[in-house]
């Protein structure tokens, strides 16, 4: 196993040769230096500067906005890329790891794009230009883990690298097999990290994410403590029955948008949306009472699994 850090958490990759390896570090780096709005020369943050005009971006720039946009509407807002301004004024200004221990004050935010799949940017794909709304800050957080994972794995695989694992903080993208045999994935308890809640034996090439709202989160001057998944529809830290899912489908991003969504929504909402919406994937819930529940499609993408207390829905 390879690791580094980068993007504010650890990127590990398993099975790749040393070449490989260093090549995958390359990229992830790169994608951070325009992706990050903790970067204040990052690509995003110079976008996120010149709010209301045309701005001509890069390829991967323009990729990731393109595809934010499209899991924007797909859900009808739930994954949301435009509260950048709302998960600042809660606290989460700058990087994870340098956020104060003590009180943070709670700064109020004045968003003005609620509706539903309304536009607040636009694409031009011709001339690969964006134009942000001037009200709207960006923040690609909630997309660019699981899509550096993708991006990576694509990037080998076109390479002729036949088998591999790409983790980008809990998105994880595997394809292949792991010298032979089926990949093994586990997924950490959360409310004791250093303990596998659960582990699968993967069919095929999968994507799996896991989004958690205990391990980011930091207290607030009134003593409540906020964490960095935002609820749209209240443009304040998500409050489920909710602390942790894990989605499995069929690419690492589509996994990393859907947990998020499912986490926002809470259990029983979450798992009607989900079985309407996209009853081809699967997914992993744990709630604050520490129940575990499996749900969805997950024969499709699991040899075997196995876990702690769960009860399949």
Request: proline residues 4%; hydrophobic residues 40%; contains cysteine.
């Amino acid at each position: 196993m390879h690791t580094f850090q980068a993007m504010n958490t650890e990127f590990s990759t398993i099975g790749l040769t040393q070449s490989a390896r260093k090549e995958i570090e390359w990229l992830i780096r790169i994608i951070e230096a325009r992706l990050s709005r903790f970067l204040s020369d990052s690509e995003l943050s110079r976008l996120n500067r010149s709010a209301g005009k045309p701005v001509s971006v890069s390829a991967p720039l323009y990729e990731v906005l393109e595809q934010a946009h499209a899991y924007y509407c797909e859900t009808d807002g739930v994954f949301n890329p435009y509260l950048g301004a709302v998960v600042s004024g809660l606290g989460y200004n700058q990087s994870f790891e340098t956020l104060s221990t003590t009180s943070r004050t709670i700064i109020p935010t004045k968003v003005k794009h609620r509706s539903k799949c309304t536009n607040p940017l636009m694409l031009d794909r011709v001339k690969q230009t964006v134009r942000l709304h001037p009200d709207v800050l960006l923040d690609l957080g909630g997309i660019a883990k699981g899509w550096s994972a993708r991006f990576g794995s694509s990037y080998l695989i076109k390479k002729g690298v036949q088998s591999g694992l790409i983790d980008a903080g809990g998105d994880i993208a595997v394809w292949g097999t792991n010298q032979g045999a089926p990949w093994g994935i586990s997924i950490a308890d959360p409310f004791c990290p250093n303990k596998d809640l659960a582990s699968f034996w993967l069919r095929h090439d999968t994507g799996v994410a896991t989004s958690n709202c205990i391990k980011r989160s930091w207290l607030l001057s009134d003593g409540s403590r906020a964490h960095h998944i935002i609820d749209p529809r209240t443009f304040n830290s998500a409050v489920s029955d909710l602390v942790q899912v894990t989605v499995l489908a069929p690419d690492v991003l589509t996994a990393d948008v859907y947990a998020k969504a499912m986490l926002i929504l809470g259990f029983a909402e979450g798992v009607h949306w989900m079985q309407e919406r996209k009853p081809e994937l699967a997914y992993v819930q744990v709630r604050s009472d520490g129940s575990v529940h499996t749900g969805g499609n997950i024969e499709a993408y699991c040899i075997e699994w196995e876990g702690r207390n769960q009860c399949q829905i």
